[in-house]
Each structure stands twice: as C-alpha cells, then as structure tokens.
C-alpha cells in the first residue's frame, strides 16, 4: 500500500458520505470512479505478480578488474492489464542501487544495466528483488528474487616486476649447502673444491688421477619460486576509504605479476594459499597463469593460519626453492623473524610490503632487519 491508495480511501468515503447526506448522483458517480480505480489498481498489480517472467543474465562470468561488465534483465507480462514500471533493488559490484524498468502488455521488454568491477573477487550480480506498482501507484507488492543471482569474477591485472634472481647452480659455482641435483645421476666429473661433501668423491679414479674427483650430478629441474601470499585479514586499511578492498586487491595483483614474471621464463611457480579457502597453485608456463587468476579472485582474506606459521610452515620447501616472493600487509617482529629464517636456508627472498604509509617511522627497525639479512624489501602502495 501507498499514501496515494490512503488519500484515495479518504476521498471515497467521502463522496458516499456526501452522496447519502445530501443525495446528490454526482458524488455517487466520484464514488464509482473511485471504486472502479481501487479495484483496477488492485486487479491489475495481483495479476502482474503472478504472471510476470523475469531473467536476469550477465554478458560474461569473467573480466579483469577495472572493465566494465552488463547486466541484462528481460521481463515477460502477459497480463492483459497494464502495470507502471517495475522497480528493481540491484546487487552490484559497487554496492546496492535501485533501477525502473517498463513492461508492455502480452511482451518482452528487456534492458541492460552496465557496472564497473573495481575490486578482485567474486561478486553476485542481479536483482534480488522487484516491485510490482499499478499506474496509479496505489498499490505496490515486492516479490523476491529466489534462483541464485549470476556470479561475475572480477580477476587481478599485472603489472610489471623485476625479474627474481636465483643463487648460482653447481656450474663450477656450486652452493656447499644446496644442491637440487639428482644424486642417482651422475653426469661428470671434475677437480676436488674446497667444501665439496666427501660423499661426491670418486675414490677410484681419484687414486688413478692422483688427486681428488668430485662427481658431478645431472640437475633434473629448475629450482622453483615460491610464492607466499597473505591470505589471511589484511591490517592497515581501517583509515582509507575502501582501503581492505584495496589492499586485497594488492595482494593478488602483486603475486600475480610475480608469477607471471617467472613463468614468461618457464621457471616453475608455486602458490600455496593458506586462506578460508586453502589450495596451491604449481606451473611452470604463462599459459597456466589464467588458474593462478581465479584461484586468487576466489580467495576471502579471511580467517585462515597466521601468516608468520604459514611461513614457519613452508620453511621445509626451501631445499628445492630457488627464490622466495613474500607479499603480506604486516610487518612485526614475527613476521621479520620467520622470513629470516627462509633467507638463511638458502634462497634469495623478496619481501614485499603492501601498505598505505610506506614512510612510517615505526617499520625502520623491521625493514632495517630484512635488509641486513639481504633480503629485498619493495614497497606496494594500493592505487
């Protein structure tokens, strides 16, 4: 019901009460126009909402952040009495908004509804309710959306990284404490080093050389790049309008191109993500990068492991990585103290600091640390 269908109420009972009191046939033809309106609006909403079709779809299920995507709705009446425009409560990407539709008699009337994907995730799209109205707008009826809403994935965007470096490979600049080699096959020989493990050496051909000979083993793989992603809920956006959003955003753009940047190189990435929503991403060839895409779209950022036990966690990869990427919103002690303990198990590591105040004073002494420790430290301010 309206405030219209009230004042119309009123005026009726008072051309009946005009119409008995003083007997006059116009106040009781005000009356009959005024009925006839009342059941007409009443008619005529009751039957639209029985007999009133709407689908609502999205031109795709996909799109970078930051593109535009449409929502199509159509609506079918085959009610023979007309109704005024339907009103649609819309669920879209950029928050809640209310959209007026008109409707034919007998059929289809479709429009489109174009939004913009500003933030990475997962997103539904659509009417979660209409509002059926008669011309008079004097009765008005919600009816609710009850299929699922069509779901649209808003995917992160790269952007450009330096390359990551990896330690030297035993090409007669082989690391004492770490070899990815495969021991079962030996591929040659060469002079005894300083530091070499006495197991490599080839005692036999030793003793007919007359100095020592080291075996030298095939390296079956590249070593791989770890990606770490704090999957957990990002600190620091409680001050910037739209700032989580924003900071998730970061998150996922920054692994990314990290991992966009290796594979372009066939060097094998690996994501573990240690989120509500737990998986882990391995590839070694751009072509896979549109997996690595979805599965950050669909990570929550919220709840998950702590992210200094995630790094604990994946210090017993660190024999067969080759470089570390390390991407989080916090910087404490923890935190400092776990990456430390990754750098000095022998990969080089890339520390990267998501935040809206890369200047504040208090993150000296933690970035200071990383730093002597030989650990890159990069700054990502979310746009």
């Not at 079918?76 to 209310?98: C, H, M, T, V, Y």
Request: aromatic share 8%; hydrophobic share 40%; with cysteine.
């Amino acid at each position: 019901m309206t405030g219209r269908l009230y004042t119309v109420l009123l005026a009726l009972v008072s051309m009946l009460v005009s119409a008995l009191s003083l007997g006059g046939q116009v106040f009781y033809l005000f009356s009959l126009v005024l009925g006839a309106m009342l059941l007409y609006s009443l008619l005529s909403v009751l039957l639209a909402r029985n007999m009133l079709q709407v689908k609502q779809t999205t031109d795709v299920t996909e799109r970078e952040r930051g593109e535009t995507s449409t929502l199509h709705m159509e609506a079918n009446l085959k009610s023979p009495l007309p109704i005024a425009p339907l009103q649609f409560d819309l669920l879209l990407p950029g928050g809640e908004s209310r959209m007026a539709m008109d409707t034919g008699i007998f059929s289809k009337r479709s429009a489109a509804f174009p939004f913009r994907l500003q933030h990475v995730g997962v997103f539904p799209v659509g009417a979660q309710s209409f509002w059926v109205s008669d011309v008079f707008g004097l009765f008005r009826l919600r009816k609710k959306w009850k299929d699922p809403l069509p779901q649209v994935v808003s995917l992160p965007r790269p952007f450009g990284v330096e390359r990551l470096k990896f330690p030297p490979q035993d090409d007669g600049n082989m690391l004492t404490n770490r070899s990815g080699e495969d021991i079962t096959s030996p591929e040659d020989t060469r002079n005894y080093r300083q530091g070499d493990a006495l197991k490599r050496i080839h005692w036999k051909l030793s003793q007919r050389m007359g100095e020592l000979i080291v075996r030298r083993f095939e390296v079956p793989s590249p070593p791989d790049t770890l990606i770490l992603m704090d999957c957990s809920d990002p600190v620091g956006g409680d001050s910037q309008e739209d700032g989580l959003m924003r900071l998730r955003d970061t998150l996922c753009e920054t692994a990314l191109s990290a991992a966009k940047m290796q594979m372009e190189d066939n060097n094998p990435v690996r994501v573990p993500l240690y989120g509500a929503r737990t998986g882990e991403f391995q590839a070694d060839h751009a072509g896979n990068l549109q997996l690595l895409r979805e599965e950050l779209a669909y990570q929550l950022f919220r709840g998950g492991e702590p992210f200094e036990k995630t790094l604990n966690v994946e210090l017993r990869r660190m024999r067969r990585t080759g470089a570390t990427v390390i991407i989080t919103t916090r910087l404490d002690a923890q935190v400092v103290e776990a990456v430390k303990n990754i750098r000095l198990s022998g990969p080089n590591v890339r520390y990267y600091y998501v935040t809206f105040t890369p200047d504040a004073p208090e993150n000296t002494p933690f970035i200071s640390r990383l730093q002597h420790h030989l650990v890159e430290v990069c700054y990502v301010t979310p746009a």
